[in-house]
């Protein structure tokens, strides 16, 4: 639990500092790259982009690496009060996009 706590304040820290960044629209490299329907895609970006933004600017995908992110999706989708198929379609959509 603590790993992940600090894992979450890395990442509020961090992006707090950082300039506004374009985080990438799901594409057919995606959906072909992971196998992920981009209907899942798509929510997982609209539900990154919202909920995430909410508290903090999101991280591009690329910047964590992705044993990390399966850290800190769920301590910030439990924060943000997310659904379990939203908390999903988040992380792999940011696997995608990594």
């Not at 609209?46 to 999101?58: D, G, I, K, L, N």
């Amino acid at each position: 639990m603590i790993k992940i706590l600090c894992a979450c304040a890395l990442v509020v820290i961090s992006s707090g500092c950082a300039p506004h960044k374009q985080i990438p629209e799901p594409d057919e490299a995606m959906v072909s790259k992971s196998g992920v329907p981009m209907g899942t895609l798509k929510r997982g970006h609209t539900v990154y982009q919202t909920e995430c933004a909410r508290c903090h600017e999101p991280m591009m995908p690329s910047e964590v690496s992705g044993k990390d992110w399966h850290l800190v999706v769920p301590g910030m989708a439990w924060n943000a009060g997310i659904s379990a198929a939203d908390e999903e379609a988040v992380l792999r959509y940011i696997m995608a996009a990594r």
